[in-house]
């Protein structure tokens, strides 16, 4: 029996668009993909692929955009920072406004029509592959596997970036960033049914010279980050061994918010692909009997 292939999409900002050079360089080697989780970043542009949307199409398009303009956030993380202090004062005086009920903040309005337009309007009812979104819920640490209703409202979601975006109210809970809690969701797809992975890890390098005590929070967040994405890794190799491949595109260089490069980051993705070919196509062949 030829395995089942998921494809596990991390989270990365900027760095997560090389997402879409992989979707493209995947569907250029004909390699069937069975089921798709992402977080953040990767849940946008796996649910792209997983609705039948023009990838190519997808990239033109964002590469002509000006997503820093569409997003209103700033290309440098230490200015999105700073704003946080800001309203994080506003909302320690006035209270949150989030949390008011029925509440829909501009920046998650904003968001979910983007969403919107991406998606065409589809639930995860109507994908073409099994789908499913990470989300964070903030009032428990705990991971939210979102894979019914709406899907922009899921990829809503997951993107929330705290302190960037407001969390996003579903089913009585607060939901945020699906990468803090499960970076590269391999976990996930397995639950899905797939019997092998390509898992691809877009997050931020930690090496990286610190002048500022702000800076310095950064790189700890940073630190944190590789080391339970690397710890969820190394769990995902033990249990499929060859039947995983991680894909690395160089875009450790672009920072969170560095939508500039969009160009770069999706040619970065469909060269990992291109590097690690052969052992991609290795992975649809039926191994084990631990396969069936």
Known sequence: MDRRIGLALGGGGARGLAHLGVLIGLDEAELPIHAIAGTSM?????????????????????????????????????REVQK?????????????????????PPDLARLNELFSLLTARKTFAETLVPFAVVATDIETGLRAVLDQG????????????????????????????????????????I?????????????APIARRVETQLEAILQAQRSTSKHLTQMQLDAARRLLDDRLVILRPDV????????????????????????HLDELMELQQSGSADDD
């Open 42 to 78: 990767g849940a946008v542009l796996g649910a792209a692929r997983a609705i039948g949307a023009n990838l190519q199409l997808l990239a033109r398009l964002l590469t002509t955009l000006d997503l820093n303009a569409l997003l209103q956030v700033s290309d440098n993380t230490l």
């Open 84 to 104: 946080i202090v800001g309203r994080s004062m506003v909302e320690y005086v006035r209270g949150a406004a989030w949390r008011a009920e029925d509440a829909s």
């Open 150 to 189: 709406p899907i922009c409202r899921a990829l809503t979601a997951s993107t929330a970036v705290p302190g960037i975006f407001s969390p996003v109210a579903h089913e009585g809970r607060f939901l945020i960033d699906g990468g803090i809690v499960d970076k590269v969701p391999v976990d996930v797809v």
């Open 191 to 203: 639950e899905m049914g797939a019997t092998a992975v390509i898992a691809v890890d877009t997050g």
């Open 252 to 275: 450790g260089w672009i920072r969170m918010f560095a939508f500039e490069y969009a160009e770069e980051a999706i040619q970065a993705g469909r060269a990992s692909v291109s590097a």
